[in-house]
């Protein structure tokens, strides 16, 4: 099961001014408000870290001003041995290469990708996890605290040309702008920050290359330590998700696809407790979540979108999984 640092919790509870306690309880004005099972192991279940996450967005009255909030607060250092590889590292490519290659330490929920290979050079957040209505939200306050952060590890007069996000732009794009000191475009192809290439190259403030390879061997034997093999239910949400809007897929052709079986498939996915039919029921239920939330594509639409020939069909799929009518669900998240 996908995971994140507690760290990344008790920032956004703090951001928003709260406090989560060790025992996972979110305190606002001296109340317990909410509550998350913290692990032993200073980590929280994806779908956990979300539903906080979400809740205390709802409950704010400014998601850009929480944005901005966790984006200072949040810090390197809150990254354990990965936060002083950064630092350390000798330019700002070798941190973010760092970053690329280790984050998955920190949380498996979303991997970074730095990309040079055209005339701007873009360091890109990729989801890991099923759609979930807040991820949009935890990409801009990922890139807005790795933008402030950049800043620390290189200095401030470091600039972006643009940033960029592929969901549709929820406040005013110049609040946004004001953040990252650059332009900030929606409806994207990717969610990424844009850099002249040559920016790569500025030497880090603190940078020891000395420092930098012993934090980065210990780095490579906490990634050996690591289960390289996502859970199948996990690599199919991936699989299914783009592919809903041709129709729901068949589990004979996702099988063929993948190498396997059909039974196969069906054993491997029997062992993980759950059906295709559940895949692609979460694929279906959370992309559906998104698109209401987040687009504007009417209910017809959404339906086509998530595999759906008639929208009487999705909605009573809809109610079944959520207990609510999706444009019920939509007149509440725009209220939230």
């Not at 998104?290 to 086509?304: M, R, T, V």
């Not at 444009?327 to 509440?332: D, H």
Request: aromatic residues 8%; negative net charge.
């Amino acid at each position: 099961m996908p995971s994140v640092t507690n760290a990344f919790a008790r920032t956004m509870a703090t951001a928003a001014g709260m406090t989560l306690t060790d025992d996972g309880a979110l305190i606002s004005n001296g109340a317990v408000v909410h509550r998350v099972p913290l692990s032993e192991k200073g980590r929280l279940q994806d779908t956990d870290y979300f539903e906080l996450t979400e809740w205390i967005r709802n409950n704010h009255t400014d998601e850009i001003t929480l944005m901005n909030a966790y984006a200072e607060l949040i810090q390197t250092d809150d990254l354990g041995v990965l936060g002083l590889a950064i630092k350390t590292a000798p330019t700002l490519r070798a941190s973010l290469q760092r970053v690329e290659r280790y984050f998955r330490l920190v949380t498996d929920t979303a991997i970074y990708h730095l990309n040079e290979t055209g005339d701007l050079a873009f360091f890109a957040i990729e989801g890991q996890t099923a759609h979930h209505p807040v991820l949009a939200f935890r990409n801009e306050t990922a890139l807005a605290g790795f933008a402030v952060n950049m800043k620390r590890v290189v200095g401030s007069d470091l600039t972006f040309e643009y940033v960029c996000f592929r969901h549709s732009c929820r406040s005013t794009p110049g609040r946004y702008a004001a953040h990252f000191g650059c332009p900030v475009k929606f409806d994207a192809e990717r969610d990424a920050i844009a850099f002249d290439p040559a920016v790569l190259d500025l030497p880090n403030l603190l940078g020891d290359q000395a420092v930098a390879d012993f934090l980065t061997a210990h780095l490579e034997t906490e990634m050996s330590s690591i289960e390289d093999t996502p859970s199948l239910s996990k690599t199919l949400v991936h699989r299914l998700t783009p592919a809903l809007s041709n129709g729901a897929p068949q589990a004979a052709q996702v099988a063929q696809e993948m190498g396997l079986s059909e039974r196969t498939l069906y054993r491997r996915l029997a062992e993980e407790g759950l059906t295709f039919r559940d895949v692609l029921g979460q694929a279906q239920s959370a992309l559906a979540q998104e698109l209401l939330c987040d687009s504007d594509a009417s209910i017809a639409e959404i339906a086509f979108l998530t595999g759906f020939s008639e929208q009487s069909t999705f909605s009573r799929a809809f109610k079944r999984w959520l207990g609510q009518a999706p444009a019920q669900f939509r007149q509440r998240a725009s209220k939230a």
